[in-house]
């Protein structure tokens, strides 16, 4: 009887150990399977944050771009109040019969980061080709900085994703773009040519020879244009200056 007993509780012993070891068995395999459930989601999020990254710093690369062509065309404006009308070109008043108004380099950066964010969404087009849920939770915010090259920050919280969901917020773009001197260069032909009483137009040619651009000259309206194009970035700034009395 005894042995009987010693046996059956040995049977019993070895079946709870049994039940104990596929226990932790199956524990570590449903955790593995969590985990690996989750790894997998993580890895698809990161995905779609990589996705919808590329859209945007793509869009604002080339946004950038065409802000900063569009707005050094008309002087350094993004909207210019009574421009005058020459050919294509919408250009801007510096100097009328004495009264300035020249934008400095910070104006240009607002100017460039007013065309930026009212163009960004246009170019994003809420991401029509993404299988995910894409939502902006608020209107883009961007940070121009001219210098050798041109520095792009943008501000754009934007919420992705289905079951699993991120928010990204900040993107960045440094453009090889040299909006600095052609600036300067700019400034220094208005800064030259407003209280001349004569315009030497040899004296002209030789200071664009000297400065590297071309130079286009015309008078419309009482106004003197001038149009320079800097052929190896390539861009063209523009400005008008109506003088107190007749300079040619």
């Known amino acids: 009887m005894k042995k009987a007993q010693t046996t059956m509780f040995i049977i019993l012993g070895i079946v709870l150990i049994t039940v104990i070891v596929a226990g932790f068995f199956l524990k570590d395999a449903v955790f593995k399977s969590l985990n690996e459930a989750k790894i997998a989601k993580s890895v698809a999020l990161q995905k779609q944050v990589k996705d919808v990254s590329v859209i945007v710093e793509d869009c604002l690369e080339s946004v950038t771009n065409e802000a900063a062509i569009n707005i050094f065309a008309k002087g350094g404006y993004y909207e210019i109040e009574n421009p005058i009308l020459y050919t294509s070109y919408k250009i801007p008043i510096y100097y009328n019969k004495g009264k300035e108004n020249v934008p400095s380099l910070e104006d240009i950066e607002k100017e460039i980061s007013k065309y930026v964010e009212s163009k960004l969404q246009i170019c994003t087009n809420n991401f029509p080709n993404l299988k995910f849920t894409v939502q902006s939770l608020k209107n883009p915010k961007t940070t121009i900085k001219i210098a050798k090259n041109l520095f792009v920050e943008l501000e754009w919280s ?33 800064e030259e040519q407003k209280n001349l009483d004569v315009i030497s137009l040899s004296d002209l040619a030789k200071l664009a020879k000297k400065e590297e651009y071309l130079l286009h000259f015309d008078f419309q309206e009482g106004a003197i244009l001038y149009i320079l194009t800097f052929e190896e970035i390539p861009l063209t700034y523009t400005f008008s200056i109506i003088p107190k009395e007749t300079a040619f």
């Open 158 to 190: 934007i919420r992705l994703g289905d079951n699993e969901q991120a928010t990204i917020s900040e993107f960045f773009q440094e453009l090889e773009l040299n909006l600095k001197d052609p600036y300067e260069k700019s400034i220094k032909l208005y």
